[in-house]
T-cell receptor, first 111, second 110 residues
């Protein structure tokens, strides 16, 4: 199968940094996405990595290692509004962009 | 405003009834997708369409049907053959590489 593994829950403190890890199977892999989803709402796109390395976008950064089947999402200067579920998704469909999603990591930011 | 709309936000049906969920986009995207989301599980792909008049089964297509007669529209029918239809249904369309999601329809079947 094409399992995507990420922690179920994490807790962090306002103003701190948190790293959410994601591992995936490398066979047939074409790229990795991170989405943010607040409870009861639609996922919103955060980042896309297709090459090895770090992509930085404001307070959020995402890292990919294709050889290790590993990615992480780094959130800096945490705010209360960052409390949400973070979904890791891998593209195994090439041009069809068929994504396999992890179960999501529920992040709770505490004061 | 460009985006994806899904209606209704909440839908209630009796067991044995077919129900159609609406998905419309004005982003001029060719590819569209339907997912369902259940508690404790990741999004699972039901059907996808790369172009008008063409669609493919996803990982959990049994009990569902779709049509793609217009570029803007990709309705999903949940049939009575779907054993566990109660879920949060999300429609998406694809831009350059990322998928954009609609607000979702929460379907409850009793």
């Amino acid at each position: 199968g094409q399992n995507i593994d990420q922690p179920t829950e994490m807790t962090a403190t306002e103003g701190a940094i948190v790293q959410i890890n994601c591992t995936y199977q490398t066979s047939g892999f074409n790229g990795l996405f991170w989405y943010q989803q607040h409870a009861g709402e639609a996922p919103t796109f955060l980042s896309y990595n297709v090459l090895d390395g770090l992509e930085e976008k404001g307070r959020f950064s995402s890292f990919l290692s294709r050889s290790k089947g590993y990615s992480y999402l780094l959130l800096k200067e945490l705010q209360m509004k960052d409390s949400a579920s973070y979904l890791c998704a891998a593209n195994y469909g090439g041009a069809t962009n068929k994504l396999i999603f992890g179960t999501g990591t529920l992040l709770a930011v505490q004061p | 405003d460009g985006g994806i709309t899904q209606s209704p936000k909440y839908l209630f049906r009796k067991e044995g009834q077919n129900v159609t969920l609406s998905c419309e986009q004005n982003l001029n995207h060719d590819a569209m997708y339907w997912y369902r989301q259940d508690p404790g599980q990741g999004l699972r792909l039901i059907y996808y369409s790369q172009i008008v008049n063409d669609f493919q089964k996803g990982d959990i297509a049994e009990g569902y049907s779709v049509s793609r007669e217009k570029k803007e529209s990709f309705p999903l029918t949940v049939t009575s053959a779907q054993k566990n239809p109660t879920a949060f249904y999300l429609c998406a369309s694809r831009g350059r590489y990322e998928q954009y999601f609609g607000p979702g329809t929460r379907l409850t079947v009793t």
